[in-house]
C-alpha cells in the first residue's frame, strides 16, 4: 500500500508507517496544494491513501470523487507521539479499508 502524508502531519512520523511504502507531501513536491488539487495530485500519483490529522479535510471534499482512501489521524498536535498512540487503531482497521471513503482514527 502506497500512503501520502499530508504536510499537517510530521516528517518524523514516517517510521511509523515502515510496513508500507511512504511517501511525505514535501518529498512530492506537492507543497501547498489546497485539499482538493493534493487528493487529485495524490490519486494521479499512484498512491492508494492520503494520511492526514486535518479533520476538515473530510468534510471540505467528496472522497467518493476519488480512488484513495483518505485516513484523518484525531489528534491533538501533529507530534510523533500523538500518533504512535493510535497505531494500533489504525493496525487493527487498515486492511478494511475502502477506496473512496474516509476514516477517522482515534482513540477508543
Known sequence: MKILLDECVSRKAKWLFEKYEVATVP????DGLKN???????EEAGFDMLLTIDKNMNYQQNISKYNLILVVFDVVKSGVKY????MPEFESQVD????RNAYLIQKE
Do not use: D, W
Not at 27 to 30: H, P
Not at 36 to 42: F, I, S, V, W
Not at 83 to 86: A, S, T, V, Y
Not at 96 to 99: A, D, L, R, T
Open 27 to 30: 518529498e512530492m513536491g506537492f
Open 36 to 42: 482538493g488539487k493534493l487528493l487529485t495530485a495524490t
Open 83 to 86: 500518533m504512535e498512540e493510535l
Open 96 to 99: 478494511s479499508f475502502e477506496k
